[in-house]
T-cell receptor
Framework: DAGVIQSPRHEVTEMGQEVTLRCKPI?????LFWYRQTMMRGLELLIY????????DSGMPEDRFSAKMPNASFSTLKIQPSEPRDSAVYFC?????????????FGNGTRLTVT | DAKTTQPPSMDCAEGRAANLPCNHS???????VYWYRQIHSQGPQYIIH???NNETNEMASLIITEDRKSSTLILPHATLRDTAVYYC?????????????FGTGTRLKVLA
């Protein structure tokens, strides 16, 4: 089991550029979550998917953020255009919703710096 | 809309038991309590979860009060590597769609 895989591990970009973060969930998991972590706001849930369908995107900060899950093994979080206040660590996590007590498994995150 | 409250920080002597409390007074009957920890900026690591009964695994023990309004995570013999932020969360949702809302957690420092 390779765990949740996120890429890139680090991303440095200039304000106004498009940023795409990638996530591969654990094989067999059918729910995927995107979180953002900053010192000021802690761990925030941005959006989550169940069976590749977005269920709740109320945590997405604004229209500059979008997320997709084209298949069960891949998801992207896109920021366009990026701003310095988007600098944070972005985590992807997955779980299996078929079990009522299935825990959440996190990737190692993508550290985004927008200058 | 985190449903849990935890003390912001705690210290524990190395080799002693670390007892981390969590209040979840609004928990519903079928909601599980989960514990995670985060070391530096790594992804949160799952520790243990429970519904009603006390649970134990190789990492920790979880004690849930009979009314389920609070719980305690116990690290029986804390080591320096247990220094981390510990999160207690309640999974919210229904009908197979759940989400996990993290609060601010407890920063545990294990002292040599």
């Amino acid at each position: 089991d390779a765990g949740v895989i996120q890429s890139p591990r680090h991303e440095v970009t200039e304000m106004g550029q498009e940023v795409t973060l990638r996530c591969k969930p654990i094989s067999g998991h059918n729910s995927l979550f995107w979180y953002r972590q900053t010192m000021m706001r802690g761990l925030e849930l941005l959006i989550y998917f169940n069976n590749n369908v977005p269920i709740d995107d109320s945590g997405m900060p604004e229209d500059r953020f979008s997320a997709k899950m084209p298949n069960a093994s891949f998801s992207t979080l896109k920021i366009q255009p990026s701003e310095p206040r988007d600098s944070a660590v972005y985590f992807c996590a997955s779980s299996f919703m078929g079990q009522p007590n299935s825990p959440l498994h996190f990737g190692n995150g993508t550290r985004l710096t927008v200058t | 809309d985190a449903k849990t409250t935890q003390p912001p920080s705690m210290d524990c002597a190395e080799g002693r038991a670390a007892n981390l409390p969590c209040n979840h007074s609004t928990i519903s009957g079928n909601e599980y309590v989960y514990w995670y920890r985060q070391i530096h900026s790594q992804g949160p690591q799952y520790i243990i979860h429970g519904l009603k009964n006390n649970e134990t695994n190789e990492m920790a023990s979880l004690i849930i009060t009979e009314d389920r309004k609070s719980s305690t995570l116990i690290l029986p013999h804390a080591t320096l590597r247990d220094t981390a932020v510990y999160y207690c969360i309640v999974r919210v949702g229904n009908s197979g769609t759940y989400k996990y809302i993290f609060g601010t957690g407890t920063r545990l420092k294990v002292l040599a």
